[in-house]
């Protein structure tokens, strides 16, 4: 690394921008983030943050911002398709206690707003409307030139452009390729007011609901707990789509009442006020989002030269663990703190960072793919078990104290900060 040194980070989404944040604060690296998009945008929906990753927003100052625009509602309430409830429990209660932070479900637009505002304050430049087309790589440095004909070099290139990499295709690793993992997505974001107050009040959380075709969820969104996010997770064939960049969003009214009219067939049975309350979202839903859900295999190169990457870009796996955000907040934390040294070689720089971050996310990445078995489609009978399961296991670890021991918690009470470099 030279004096006065620079890195070029492409992707502003929550891993760029936080990428920017993070290397501002610790270190003396002077950074650009590049975003293919012309203006700030995302996917849409919302995302849940655990405990491992408000600590590291707390870290880089935007925690109290973010809360404010999120809901911190910590329950995760099952319910039957009957409409009694199975269970319910603090599923950060022992993490929090711990670390101090609970749970947060915020919209992507309003948690990259956030980050966008605090690399604005902090004088960090973001370019918008910037296609990456090549990377040239050598010892004196990284040029990258995007679609418009300009160009930039630096001293690194951070690639946190998500699953669609242009960094790892372009440059990286251009043989890998996505897996479907036989899972998609279809979700939207509702006005609270579509259901009544009643129901509103007993929303204390992630309310869930299994069904023989897969998960139908639903959570606030916002601080004020006036919209709603919900999501329904199912097996379905490989979409005709394939890996799209971002999915697709359905506005056209006959394709968002097919997706209406699947999801209450499936919801046909389900009794009671919440059920009630569920068909009454998803009839009131005038935009769908669906995703086909993609990870990135195991195992596959992180760094090459001068570039490395960080977040989706690198190890991209499904979201049913609640943590994206944060092993991107992760990944990024960890590498500011390498590259703090200066003495250190770039080389081994990204060689310490995969070696502290693969046993991590391998098991980040199997929590997720295991809980993602859960979503898929089962028999009626099979249903009928599951819940009998899920409540004697919950009353059970009630009855034993094993969620005041922290099962299933441990990995949310985890540290970046204190691995060992």
Avoid at 132 to 151: A, M, N, P, R, Y
Avoid at 201 to 227: H, R, V, W, Y
């Amino acid at each position: 690394m030279l004096s006065n040194p620079q890195a070029i980070i492409i992707g502003a989404g929550p891993a760029g921008l936080a990428a920017a944040l993070r290397l501002h604060q610790q270190t003396d690296i002077k950074c650009t983030v590049y975003e293919l998009r012309p203006e700030p945008t995302t996917l849409g929906g919302a995302v849940g943050i655990l405990p491992n990753g408000l600590r590291l927003l707390h870290r880089l100052g935007v925690y109290d911002a973010a809360v404010a625009r999120g809901y911190s509602g910590r329950n995760l309430t099952l319910h039957s398709v009957q409409g009694h409830v199975i269970g319910s429990m603090d599923h950060v209660g022992w993490a929090r206690e711990r670390t101090g932070f609970g749970y947060l479900r915020i919209k992507r637009a309003a948690l990259q707003d956030v980050l966008l505002q605090a690399t604005t304050k902090a004088g960090i430049p973001v370019r918008f409307g910037k296609r990456l087309t090549t990377i040239d790589d050598s010892v004196d440095g990284v040029k990258v030139t995007f679609s418009d004909g300009s160009v930039d070099s630096a001293d690194l290139l951070i690639g946190c452009d998500g699953i669609h990499s242009n960094v790892r295709r372009s440059y990286i690793d251009p043989t890998q390729t996505s897996e479907y993992s036989g899972l998609s997505g279809i979700m939207s974001i509702v006005p609270a007011e579509v259901v009544s107050a009643e129901v509103m009040d007993q929303i204390s959380g992630l309310e869930a609901t299994f069904t023989e075709e897969g998960m139908l969820a639903m959570n606030p969104c916002t601080a004020s707990k006036d919209e709603l996010f919900w999501f329904f997770t199912k097996e379905v064939p490989l979409p005709e789509s394939g890996d799209s960049r971002d999915g697709w969003e359905v506005h056209g009214k006959e394709e968002v009442e097919g997706f209406k009219t699947m999801i209450l067939g499936v919801l046909k049975n389900t009794e009671g006020e919440w059920g009630n309350a569920l068909k009454k979202v998803i009839s009131n839903t005038s935009v769908v989002k669906f995703y086909p859900i993609y990870r990135l295999p195991l195992g596959k190169a992180w760094s090459k030269g001068r570039c490395v990457l960080a977040g989706d870009a690198a190890h991209a796996m499904s979201p049913h663990a609640g943590q994206g955000v944060s092993m991107a907040l992760e990944d990024v934390f960890l590498l500011s703190r390498l590259l703090e040294d200066r003495t250190r070689p770039l080389g081994e720089v990204f060689e310490k960072y995969d070696a502290i971050r693969r046993p991590r996310v391998n098991e980040i990445f199997k929590m997720a793919a295991d809980n993602g078995e859960m979503r898929k489609r089962i028999t009626p009978w099979r249903l009928w078990f599951r819940e009998i399961t899920i409540t004697l296991g919950m009353n059970m670890s009630w009855a034993l104290g094993l969620d005041k021991k922290g099962m299933r918690q441990g990995h949310l009470t985890y540290d970046i900060d204190e691995a060992e470099l």
